[in-house]
């Protein structure tokens, strides 16, 4: 049996202020596809869980999110019920913000025709997180390199 010996890049689920993230996302998207204003009402649910200004600020950030989008953005994978690539795109780079904008620039270019607007209100939006209690990690993980593959033995 062959097994490759790739080292995952982090061990941990989504942190508490990412699944805020996510849910706030998930919400403002379902409330778009019932033709109905998300901002007043996601912006709430924030300020309940963590406070005003990080509600403002993602408001804010969905707003420059939306007004920069090459497509649709895909909301929960269907298939597994996780995470789909753009949300974990915009989380992620908003975990970049605060420490690395060029490489959450790179991250949103597939999603995104503009993401320097989105990446300087990211940072805000990371910062009032932090504030809060709510800090989002820096997932980086280096460059991929080629693995080698190891010979392993059943007994």
């Given at each position: 049996m062959?097994v ?5 890049c982090?061990?941990?689920g ?14 403002w ?7 109905e204003?998300?901002?007043r009402?996601?912006a709430?649910?924030?300020a309940?869980r ?8 993602f408001?804010a950030?969905?707003?420059?999110v ?5 497509r649709?953005?895909?909301v ?8 789909s690539t753009?949300?974990q795109?915009?989380?992620v ?9 060029a490489?959450?620039?790179e991250?949103?270019e597939p999603?995104?025709?503009?993401s320097?607007?989105?990446m300087?209100?990211?940072r ?5 997180l932090?504030?809060d209690?709510y800090?989002?990690p820096v997932r ?6 080629d693995h ?6 059943l007994?």
């Amino acid at each position: 049996m062959i097994v490759p010996s790739v080292a995952p890049c982090w061990s941990s689920g989504p942190t508490v202020g990412e699944r805020l993230l996510l849910s706030a996302m998930r919400q403002w998207a379902a409330l778009r596809s019932a033709d109905e204003l998300p901002n007043r009402l996601v912006a709430q649910a924030l300020a309940f869980r963590s406070s005003q200004r990080v509600g403002g600020l993602f408001v804010a950030w969905m707003q420059s999110v939306e007004a920069a989008l090459r497509r649709p953005i895909q909301v929960q994978c269907p298939d597994s019920g996780g995470a789909s690539t753009d949300e974990q795109r915009l989380v992620v780079s908003c975990g970049l913000a605060g420490t690395a904008t060029a490489v959450g620039q790179e991250l949103l270019e597939p999603l995104l025709i503009d993401s320097q607007p989105v990446m300087v209100l990211a940072r805000a939006l990371n910062a009032a997180l932090t504030v809060d209690g709510y800090p989002l990690p820096v997932r980086l993980r280096p460059a991929p390199i080629d693995h080698v593959l190891e010979q392993q033995t059943l007994h």
